[in-house]
């Protein structure tokens, strides 16, 4: 039996300031992942397919049902399609890739494959990822 569960990406805008409060500011996007009820923050890759989901989620949040497969990795179909940056890679637990442009990939086991990595998951362990449902 495939488990599923919903997966919710979320992109917030952080402005900075400098010390001396000038109207120069740099604004950064930090990706969040919601599984099931847990919220982690996520350290984005830069690449092309990273930079396209951030700017698709600054229209409004993604949610994707995400199920099992091969007992490494709950996987699901964004609905639209992202470039790639495709590279060879083994993944460890908690690394987030996307799969031919419209699949997200989260890792609670580890693979070699030929993915576009978009981060890794700050603090959520392999079995908080695994026993979601």
């Known amino acids: 039996m495939k ?6 990406l979320t992109v917030v805008l952080l402005c900075g ?14 990706l969040y992942v919601t599984i099931g009820e ?25 949610i994707f049902e995400a199920h099992d497969y091969g007992n490494f990795e709950k ?6 399609s992202f470039p790639t940056a495709d590279h060879q890679v083994t993944t460890s637990a908690g690394d987030i890739v996307l799969y ?12 070699s494959w030929s993915y576009t990595r978009i981060g890794r998951l700050d603090g959520m362990s392999a079995d908080d990822v695994h026993h979601h449902e």
């Not at 488990?3 to 919710?8: D, E, F, N, R, Y």
């Not at 031919?100 to 693979?111: A, E, M, T």
């Open 75 to 80: 996987v699901g179909d964004l609905g639209q």
């Open 38 to 62: 847990e919220t982690r923050s996520v350290t984005m890759e830069d690449n092309v397919g990273t930079r396209a989901l951030v700017a698709a989620l600054q229209t409004g949040n993604i």
């Open 100 to 111: 031919n442009g419209d699949n997200l990939c989260i890792f609670y086991g580890s693979n």
């Open 3 to 8: 488990s599923k569960l919903l997966i919710c």
């Open 17 to 30: 300031c400098t010390k001396e409060n000038i109207t120069a500011q740099t604004m950064t996007e930090k």
